[in-house]
């Protein structure tokens, strides 16, 4: 009967080997052999757009995004953005649905709404799971670039000065 050396690696080990692999065109993965690649998701200008409507509709409590006007241009990315810590979900998710509908802008995403902080310009996703932030930072009118005007986008619901509200709104 014929033995056959079997690598032995820890977890840990196997994990940082995908990291190493997937990192330029992916990799299959040993285990499942499911493609494993790590993707930089930009934080998009469609996605500062609709943090904005966001703020603008937030009165304190969820807001259910499929009655915002703005919900009809929105393919679900914007839900990448909890991964930077700029909305937060709530509620429970519906039968034969991805995720809750109900959604709310965080402290942090009301300031960088305001343009009183920055975030980075990218994470890093592996497996569906965030890995990491880019190190280079932007603020929201970086991310709108020259497809939208922070100014026109904000000015029609008086939202620069009703920030002071939305943060009393979240308890700051």
């Known amino acids: 009967m014929q033995s056959f050396a079997v690598p032995v690696m820890t977890l840990e080990q196997a994990k940082r080997q995908m990291r190493e692999k997937s990192k330029k065109k992916g990799s299959s993965c040993p285990c499942c052999g499911r493609l494993v690649k790590l993707y930089r998701r930009k934080l998009s200008a469609e996605m500062s757009v ?24 929105q393919r679900g990315d914007f839900a990448y953005l909890a991964h930077w810590g700029l909305v937060e979900t709530g509620g429970e998710c519906e039968p034969r649905k991805r995720g809750s509908a109900m959604w709310r802008p965080t402290q942090k995403g009301i300031d960088f709404v305001a343009r009183e902080t920055l975030v980075p310009s990218h994470i890093h996703m592996l497996c569906g799971e965030l890995l990491g932030f880019a190190e280079h930072q932007v603020g929201i009118k970086d991310t709108l670039g020259s497809e939208f005007d922070y100014d026109e986008l904000m000015a029609p619901a008086g939202v620069v000065p009703e920030i002071q509200e939305l943060r009393e709104l979240n308890g700051k």
Do not use: P, Q
């Open 50 to 73: 609709f943090l904005i409507a966001l703020c603008r509709e937030f009165v304190g409590e969820l807001i259910d995004i499929r009655r915002m006007h703005s919900w009809r241009y």
